[in-house]
């Protein structure tokens, strides 16, 4: 499916912005910021603001066309993946990475519909990890 397929299915009206923003989220799975989506496509949308972001964001969040992620306090970040999944963020370095399978598809717990999942998973990255290694090596070696 494709931004503008996206916007429409979850009933969001087209502009141009909407549609960067949709399309940008949809290429980078890479749970970006406000800040990091306004500084990625302001240079090709000159007339583009935060607020304009951040606005838009909020709106394809309440609409369902996104995910509105707040792992951690410092910062708030998007996912264009909606389907029910986990998240794992390494604090180190900050990064979201998915987690397939974290998360069942609940409907109902007790009569009450379920309408969002949020797992999160919170620890130390494996390339972090790795790092470390490296580092611990060659502090012994030198």
Do not use: W
Not at 4 to 29: C, G, K, N, W
Not at 95 to 110: H, T
């Amino acid at each position: 499916m494709d931004a503008v397929s996206r916007l429409e299915t979850h009933h969001v009206r087209l502009s141009v912005q909407r549609i960067a923003i949709m399309r940008y989220l949809m290429e980078h799975l890479t749970h970006p910021t406000v800040d990091e989506i306004y500084t990625a496509l302001s240079p090709s949308i000159p007339t583009l603001s935060k607020t304009t972001v951040y606005n838009a964001l909020k709106l394809l969040s309440e609409q369902g066309a996104i995910q509105t992620l707040t792992i951690d306090e410092h910062y708030t970040c998007y996912d264009a993946e909606i389907l029910p999944h986990a998240h794992f963020l390494c604090k180190r370095c900050g990064k979201i990475y998915d987690v397939e399978g974290g998360v069942g598809k609940v409907k109902e717990i007790e009569g009450h519909c379920v309408q969002e999942v949020h797992a999160y998973y919170k620890g130390i990255c494996k390339d972090c990890q790795e790092k470390e290694v490296f580092l611990k090596e060659n502090e012994i070696t030198n």
